[in-house]
């Protein structure tokens, strides 16, 4: 099932039946979602879109934290990280075209900073007036800028906040906007252990054609990383990351795994568990990398999920 939007958000034109399914836009589950922007809730990174949208306590790129935990900057092992990256995404549902990238950088041992953009398209479609005369096309268009901080206070302990305009455009005359935020802790214990907390996408409720307000997709979010090195040439990782969303009542959990030969190759996979009422559906990732010399190359594809199943990521980064 797919978020119906045009029951929220009822613009001035009338549609096909065809053109109301690509008014959905986001494409992700949920019949009785009753959020709004959805979108705000997909995973930009390619890396960590490979292991079910889990990595919120990952440290191993900071090009993206923008979108998700800014508290993680400081304890990034380099100095500067970036980012650019396309989806394919729902393409034999409510197909978008996705586009993103970030910078993140440290400005000193204990501070560091990010800033991000995501531009998504879904596809054309007759607008259509009340009086059944023929408009035109439209493309549907989902937008975010977002940016953010993260101040390390102890050798163990940090905080990150991330502040994201979002705006999405259903038709020319139906366009809603919104403020959201990250607020984040982290903390790590051990070196090869990190752990994080905080509230996720929190902001204004934005309000909809039939004059009721739609709260976005905020939630509670815990997570974890863990990382094994088995050789001097073998290491692995796991992420955790669990999900409360507030207004839809729903708990949703991602988790990946990844597997590095020599920091150059790396195989990852992952699994999400959402529901059919929640912003994600359940779904399985999986998909390869490489890195040499500062730059990586990410590829990902998400299956196992008949709405959004054959999702492609590709990811090009450089680090230093």
């Known amino acids: 099932m797919l978020i119906n939007c045009t029951e929220m958000f009822k613009p001035k034109f009338i549609f096909a039946a065809a053109a109301a399914m690509l008014l959905s836009v986001s494409a992700i589950a949920g019949d009785a979602a009753k959020e709004a922007l959805p979108f705000l809730r997909i995973e930009r990174d390619p890396a960590k879109a490979v292991m079910g949208f889990a990595g919120a306590a990952s440290t191993s790129s900071i090009a993206y934290s923008?979108?998700?935990?800014?508290?993680?900057?400081?304890?990034?092992?380099?100095?500067?990280?970036a980012g650019v990256s396309y989806q394919n995404w729902a393409p034999d549902g409510v197909k978008s075209t996705n586009f993103a990238g970030g910078v993140g950088f440290k400005a000193a041992d204990y501070l560091g900073f990010s800033v991000g953009f995501a531009m998504q398209k879904g596809e054309k479609y007759d607008e259509i007036d009340i009086h059944g005369a023929y408009l035109g096309k439209y493309t549907?268009?989902?937008?975010?800028?977002?940016?953010?901080?993260?101040?390390?206070?102890?050798?163990?302990?940090?905080?990150?906040?991330?502040?994201?305009?979002?705006r999405q455009?259903?038709?020319?005359?139906?366009?809603?906007?919104?403020?959201?935020?990250?607020?984040?802790?982290?903390?790590?214990?051990?070196?090869?252990?990190?752990?994080?907390?905080?509230?996720?996408?929190?902001?204004?409720?934005?309000?909809?054609?039939?004059d009721k307000m739609y709260d976005i997709p905020a939630s509670i979010k815990v997570a974890g990383e863990y990382t094994a090195t088995l050789t001097e040439e073998h290491s692995v990782k796991g992420d955790?990351?669990?999900?409360?969303?507030?207004?839809?009542?729903?708990?949703?959990?991602?988790?990946?795994?990844?597997?590095?030969?020599?920091?150059?190759?790396?195989?990852?996979?992952?699994?999400?568990?959402?529901?059919?009422?929640?912003?994600?559906?359940?779904?399985v990732t999986l998909g390869a990398g490489v890195k040499f010399k500062g730059l990586r190359l990410d590829f990902g594809y998400l299956t196992a999920n008949k709405v959004i199943g054959n999702t492609i990521t590709i990811g090009l980064g450089y680090s230093f």
């Open 66 to 81: 923008s979108f998700t935990n800014a508290a993680v900057i400081p304890f990034w092992n380099g100095k500067f990280d």
């Open 140 to 166: 549907p268009k989902d937008m975010i800028v977002s940016g953010g901080v993260g101040v390390k206070i102890t050798d163990v302990l940090g905080v990150g906040l991330n502040l994201r305009y979002a």
């Open 169 to 210: 455009a259903l038709a020319s005359d139906t366009k809603h906007s919104t403020i959201a935020g990250d607020l984040m802790v982290y903390y790590k214990p051990l070196e090869n252990l990190g752990l994080t907390a905080g509230v996720a996408s929190l902001g204004k409720a934005i309000k909809g054609g039939d």
């Open 240 to 283: 955790l990351d669990v999900d409360y969303f507030v207004y839809g009542k729903k708990l949703c959990a991602a988790l990946g795994g990844e597997y590095s030969y020599k920091n150059l190759l790396f195989a990852r996979a992952g699994f999400h568990l959402g529901s059919d009422e929640a912003v994600l559906p359940t779904f």
